[in-house]
């Protein structure tokens, strides 16, 4: 699910590009998963490719539809138009049929942050990580909502866990490097950074926070240097 809830987060945050590339690679690795059908459909249809999203559509019909499914489809739907509250009564009553989904319960936490329930938010997020300790997914969504939470040392360590148990999540590795650029420690920061673009040399957000991180970092030099000849 680690490319799913990407797209759900890419979704969530409007960047609805990335969603369509996180959820392509998750149906690349899982062909008949109606979920990524489901949110490839609704991304198809942000993005005005109808015809596309009727032939995603088709598909999840194909492959058929729980209960439970249809209200993520509808969250999903829901998070594409904004609608955090729908998605989260949505998420909710699909946890009340199938409480033993980790995954459900990251996606609902991101859709509780950006709801505005950041205490709810991190108690879903820790949910996810005890139901599911080695899914790198509910680390990073546990790390993210810590870090807006202004929780950076329990954000770090949490974000560092996903890293670990899936090096190539660059979501994760961007956030630890906006916590270390906010915590001062500019190398760490820009090695993050740096880390992102090798894997996504496009990705705008990693250039400008190294372009920034770079600008502070240069500016401590000049100014220590300064220093240095005053002092003398």
Known sequence: MKYYN????????????????????????????????????????????????EKAVAKVKELGLSE?????????????????GVAITCYEDALELESNRPEVYVSYALALMHGNYPADAEEAASKAVEMAPN????????????????DRVEALTSLKKAIELQGTLVLARYECGMILAEMGELKAALE?????????PEDQNAIEAKAATLSVRISAVCISERSSVDAE
């Open 135 to 150: 899914d790198a997914s509910a680390w990073y969504a546990k790390g993210r909502i810590q870090r807006l939470r202004g």
């Open 192 to 200: 993050c950074f740096e880390q992102v673009l090798v894997d996504h």
């Open 68 to 84: 439970v499914d249809e209200l993520i489809m509808k969250a999903a739907d829901a998070i594409g138009q904004n609608k955090f």
């Open 6 to 53: 990407a797209a759900i987060d890419a979704a969530q945050q409007g960047d609805i590009p990335a969603a369509r590339a996180a959820i392509e690679s998750a149906l690349t690795e899982d062909p008949d998963d109606v979920q990524s059908w489901q949110l490839y459909g609704v991304v198809l249809n942000a993005l005005g490719e109808t015809e596309k999203a």
